[in-house]
């Protein structure tokens, strides 16, 4: 039986990779992507040389309650990470270029690397904006994958993920890291060992050298509260997760989280590659620079729901859903959530009936206190084809049970 061979290639900083594109002159520079769109760069003509410049807002001019989205790896280097507030990213880094978040161009370049991987190994499973995995298993050697002189199965391996990296190159001018294993799991692991810009091969042999000495927050599905009890249990790294008995964990932890710890850190993951899989619901929303008044920044507000709910539908006609049930977040000042759902009775990808809906959920909530936070989305997805071949059925079925004119 043929080893499985997974790859998972994951974009290197990819937000700001995709806006050093753009301006390319922050190449090597501390940028930090994140907070709202107050902090666009602005043109000015240089009166001396009569060239265009563009001056860029730096991070210690920042002040709000935006969070880092990412950041590029200069930045990183003063401990600058993804989802840490601006204010706190200052203090670190005050020198830092700070640039508001375009994800239009970031779901832009996202599609452009996914067909590029797709054009060599069409077996691919999306695993967000800036990651994919990818089974490699029975992938043939042409179409820009070259493994003439490959006279092992590592260097099989590192062959095809050299093709992957060059036609994401070629088709972004992004960099990526491939990280290429017999499962899932350890490919994750793989392609955050050499970053940025790697191209890691692991092997089942090479768990013990290299797997098990990372720390087990590096288990992708160990998160910082079993992180912390297993610390506590004298555990810190993988290899004593690995080494640790295998009853006791499930004792301690439940028999299906015990059992998955314990293999996981030992290497094993018989998951398999998912190309498809429907979507249960999508959402746009947005937290605010301010906390926002119902009564002082109506107007405001009205245009932010409005192009949530353009966003929404924008989205929705992209991928070809339409659904049915619409629904509103809102978090107040004191950061209490609250939704509110509202099923119309046809599926629609169109944002003013999104709207109509949504707003029909905003008027069931309290609105005296300031808002952090506002999203809509929708769920009860099926594709657009198939609700326009359902309408049409219905429309036959009630012609066919009204009596015509002429019928006796």
Not at 255 to 270: F, L
Not at 362 to 390: H, K, M, N, T
């Amino acid at each position: 039986m043929t080893e499985r061979l997974i790859a998972h290639l994951d974009m290197d900083a990819f937000y700001a990779s995709v806006e050093l594109l753009r301006y390319p002159e922050l190449r090597g520079q501390a940028v930090v992507i994140g907070g709202g769109s107050r902090h666009q760069p602005v043109e000015a003509v240089d009166p001396e040389s009569g060239a265009t410049v563009r001056q860029f807002a730096r991070l210690r001019d920042y002040a709000g309650r935006g969070v880092v989205t990412t950041a590029t790896y200069e930045a990183r280097a003063h401990g600058v990470h993804s989802a840490m507030g601006l204010m706190k990213a200052a203090r670190l880094a005050p020198d830092a270029v700070l640039l508001p978040t375009d994800f239009d161009a970031y779901r832009l370049y996202s599609r452009r690397f996914k067909a590029a991987v797709r054009a060599l190994a069409p077996q691919v499973e999306d695993h967000g904006i800036d990651e994919i995995y990818i089974d490699l298993t029975d992938i043939v050697p042409g179409n820009g994958i070259d493994v003439t002189a490959a006279a092992t199965a590592t260097e099989r391996a590192r062959c095809i993920g050299r093709a992957l990296k060059d036609a994401v190159r070629a088709a972004t001018g992004l960099w990526c890291s491939i990280g290429i294993a017999p499962n899932k799991l350890l490919a994750k692991i793989a392609s955050e060992l050499d970053k940025p810009d790697g191209l890691t091969i692991l092997g089942a042999a090479d768990v013990c050298g290299r797997v098990w000495p990372l720390p087990v927050r590096k288990l992708n599905g160990v998160g910082p509260k079993t992180a912390a009890k297993l610390d506590a249990l004298g555990i810190a790294t993988i290899g004593d997760l690995a080494r640790a008995d295998r009853q006791w964990l499930m004792r301690g932890f439940g028999a299906s989280r015990g059992a998955w710890m314990h293999d996981a850190a030992n290497g094993h993951d018989e998951r398999a590659i998912v190309t498809f899989s429907e979507p249960v619901t999508i959402s746009r929303e947005t937290t605010f620079e301010r906390d926002l008044s119902a009564r002082r920044d109506r107007e405001a507000l009205a245009q932010i729901f409005t192009e949530l709910c353009e966003g929404l539908a924008g989205d929705l006609q992209l991928k070809g859903y339409v659904g049915r049930t619409v629904g509103l977040k809102l978090r107040y000042d004191n950061f209490k959530t609250v939704t509110r759902d509202h099923t119309i009775a046809a599926p629609t990808q169109d944002a003013a009936t999104i709207r109509r809906a949504a707003g029909a959920c905003l008027r069931r909530v309290p609105l005296e206190r300031r808002i952090r936070l506002l999203g809509v989305r929708i769920s009860g997805l099926c594709r657009s084809e198939d609700a326009a071949a359902a309408a049409a059925r219905a429309a036959e079925v009630q012609s066919a049970a009204t009596p015509s004119l002429f019928d006796p």
